[in-house]
């Protein structure tokens, strides 16, 4: 599984407009779909490599790029059969089935598979769940390779939870920008490896997957407070504030600074007792404050996340601290900037009601808190106040396991610390925790996360 590093993704309605925009600079849905065929045409001849493909076409344009796909790949001296669930139902796939010359099947229970499946039924049109009759059918071609054309048949592509199971595809050509399903649960192990085929479309906006990750060198000037210098508050569970002091300094800040715990994971932190925490807040260096990791909900928590916000200093929260800090977030109307980090259950209890899509609700919570907002888990969500999204499926499935939602907090709070963009140390900092997880695989716990031989291992 995998998606292409940052690129567009687009909900249906963003798609539409796309479109528009590209017919009105006078590029013709007609050369759109054309386009598209093409590249489903190529992929299917390099997957299929000689052996017989069988096209699905349903009623819609995504029916027609697969009449498209279909006459490129005989033209091509293909061994390829069409069968259609029902006639072309746009002018569009009426065209592009009109230029198809062989026979078109039935599908129904009697159809015969082949090696390679293309499966061009529904794409960003699917309205309503699949009928049970075609979900059989569908499964009755399943355990053969499987190609589908911008998502898998069934799939609601805007990521909402309204979906039939699909035919499970082992490669997904997405058109002109990816969909929220292609990088959204339960919908995106379907897609199996995402491929963007561009065709054209000006898709910029505000959505992206993940971008690569860059690692840069310190400025040559750089010292110590220049890189950042961030103070982590522990509570009553100091190793998980441990963990996030580590993972501030191996993220790159120049100085991390552990109150309230001598459980200081490294000699180079400086932990302190917690009587100096309200004068660390106070002093001028500081860039970023962490308070959440191992803090239970308390009156302590919410006198230190209150003294935190008073102080104005750039924060990240997580864990108890989102909830305790949000009513004053929403007041402070983004003076103060801030990173967030819920779980699946903290989101829900800091954002109970919000509805739509993982991203929808992400967005929302981004909105009223006026804070970034990492929404996390297997397709963790980033999303700004400002509408600006990124996805970051697939992460690394190593990272479930406790604590290394404590090491993210402590990669925020060194990428926030640098100064910048809140919502761009936020992406950093759930690059760099997934490629380490990913360099570290099976066994991973969340020290190896902030370990020294990983280091040694990245900079080899
Ligand atoms: N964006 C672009 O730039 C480009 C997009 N292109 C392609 O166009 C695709 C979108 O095409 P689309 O809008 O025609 O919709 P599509 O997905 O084919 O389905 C709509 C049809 O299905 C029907 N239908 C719906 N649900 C149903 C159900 N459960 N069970 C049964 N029927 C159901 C629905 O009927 P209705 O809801 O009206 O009753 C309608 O007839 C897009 O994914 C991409 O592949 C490319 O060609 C080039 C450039
Ligand atoms: N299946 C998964 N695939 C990828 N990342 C995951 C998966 N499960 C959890 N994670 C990541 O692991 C981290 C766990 O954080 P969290 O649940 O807060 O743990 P803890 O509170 O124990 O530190 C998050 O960054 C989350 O996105
Ligand atoms: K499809």
Not at 38 to 66: K, Q, T, V
Not at 118 to 138: C, K, Q, T, W
Not at 265 to 290: K, M, N, T
Not at 439 to 455: C, K, N, T, Y
Request: aromatic residues 4%; contains cysteine; proline residues 7%.
């Amino acid at each position: 599984m995998s998606v292409p590093a940052n690129v567009p993704i687009l909900t249906s309605e963003a798609m539409r407009a796309a479109e528009a925009a590209c017919a009105a600079s006078g590029v013709s849905l007609s050369e759109l779909m054309d386009r598209a065929g093409a590249a489903i045409a190529d992929i299917a001849w390099r997957m299929a490599a000689g052996s017989p493909i069988l096209i699905l076409c349903g009623p819609g344009n995504n029916g027609g790029d697969g009449y498209v796909a279909a006459r490129l790949l005989a033209e091509r001296g293909a061994e390829v059969r069409v069968a259609a669930l029902a006639d072309p139902a746009t002018e569009l796939a009426r065209a592009a089935r009109a230029l198809w010359t062989g026979a078109v099947e039935p599908l129904d229970r009697d159809l015969a598979p082949a090696a390679l499946i293309v499966d061009a039924l529904f794409g960003v049109g699917l309205s309503r769940p699949l009928p049970y009759e075609l979900i059989e059918n569908l499964q009755s071609l399943a355990g053969r390779r499987v190609l589908a054309v911008d998502v898998p048949s069934g799939v609601a592509s805007d990521g909402v939870r309204d979906w039939s199971p699909p035919l499970p595809a082992d490669v997904t050509v997405a058109l002109g920008a990816l969909k929220p399903a292609h990088v959204l649960l339960p919908t995106a192990p379907h897609c199996g490896q995402v491929l963007l085929a561009r065709i054209g479309i000006d898709a910029g906006g505000t959505m992206r997957t993940l971008p690569s990750v860059s690692s840069t060198k310190p400025d040559v000037a750089a010292h110590k407070f220049s890189r950042g210098m961030v103070l982590v508050r522990a509570g009553p569970m100091p190793g998980a504030a441990g963990l996030a002091s580590a993972a501030a300094l191996r993220a790159g800040a120049g100085y991390v600074v552990l109150s309230g715990s001598d459980h200081a994971p490294f000699s180079a932190i400086i932990a302190e007792d917690g009587a100096g925490y309200a004068d660390r807040l106070g002093d001028a260096r500081i860039g970023a404050v962490i308070v959440g990791p191992g803090y239970p909900v308390s009156d302590a928590l919410d006198d230190d996340v209150m003294a935190a916000l008073d102080a104005g200093k750039p924060l990240v929260l997580d864990a108890a601290a989102i909830a305790a800090a949000l009513p004053r977030l929403h007041q402070l109307d983004g003076a103060v900037p801030a990173i967030l980090t819920p779980h699946e259950g903290e989101f829900a209890r800091a954002f109970p009601g919000l509805s739509g899509s993982k991203i929808d609700r992400a967005l929302a919570a981004a909105a009223f808190a006026q804070a970034v907002v990492v929404y996390k888990g297997a397709d963790t969500i980033i999303a700004a106040p400002d509408g600006r999204v990124v996805a970051a499926w697939p992460g690394s499935p190593w990272l479930a396991t406790a604590g290394t939602g404590d090491v993210l907090a402590g990669a925020c709070g060194a990428m926030l610390a640098r100064g910048g963009d809140a919502f761009d140390a936020a992406v950093a900092a759930v690059g760099w925790h997934i490629a380490r997880a990913a360099r570290i695989g099976p066994g991973l716990v969340a020290d190896d996360l902030v370990a020294d031989d990983l280091v040694r291992e990245c900079n080899d």
